[in-house]
């Protein structure tokens, strides 16, 4: 019975904070607005070592500090310059979390569809934190 109610309720309590400064927020629609919107997560698909925390900072990053959507584009379905990320498709990885965090600090040399290929860490000065937290919001995206 617990169990029913916590996953009834379960997404609001996590997040209170930040709903509450979305209503503060609302009027000003900024960019910073559409990136509190809370993701749609379940827990039990995590991987290992991997927290709602940790895919909601890689959200921010894909489209902030990462760079990622210029490429991948912002919602992460790709184009002629990079795969989509949405999809179970994986042209360079298995999909497992560490095989994605891999090809992320690795880059792809010779990309096997897209027509430019990726720099290691996509040229940016990401930490491994950081791309520990893209690696978990790219594993997720096809997962929700
Ligand atoms: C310059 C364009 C570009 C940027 C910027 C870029 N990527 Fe990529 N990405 C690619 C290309 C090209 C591939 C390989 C596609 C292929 O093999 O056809 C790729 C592949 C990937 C893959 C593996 C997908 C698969 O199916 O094998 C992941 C995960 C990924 N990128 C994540 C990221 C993340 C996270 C960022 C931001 C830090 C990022 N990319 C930035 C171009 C880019």
Redesign the pocket.
């Known amino acids: 019975m617990l169990g029913l109610l916590a996953a009834c309720g379960g997404g609001d309590d996590g997040s209170s904070a930040s709903s509450a400064a979305d209503n503060q927020d609302g009027a000003e629609q900024e960019t910073q607005a559409a990136a509190a919107d809370p993701l749609n997560i379940d827990p039990a698909l995590l991987p290992e070592g991997v927290t709602v925390a940790m895919v909601e900072e890689g959200r921010e ?2 489209t902030g500090g ?3 959507h ?3 584009m912002e919602d992460a379905t790709g184009g002629p ?3 989509d ?1 949405t999809d179970e ?5 298995d999909g497992e979390y560490a095989s ?1 965090v891999e ?2 600090k690795t880059g ?1 040399a010779q ?4 027509l ?4 290691p ?4 000065a ?1 930490t491994d934190e950081q791309v520990d937290a ?2 978990a ?2 594993y997720m995206l096809s997962r929700m």
């Open positions: 990053l894909f990462g760079f990622c210029s490429c991948h310059l990079a795969p990320l498709t994986w042209l360079n990885v994605i090809v992320i792809v990309p096997i569809e897209a430019g290929s990726m720099l860490r996509a040229g940016m990401l893209l690696a919001y790219a």
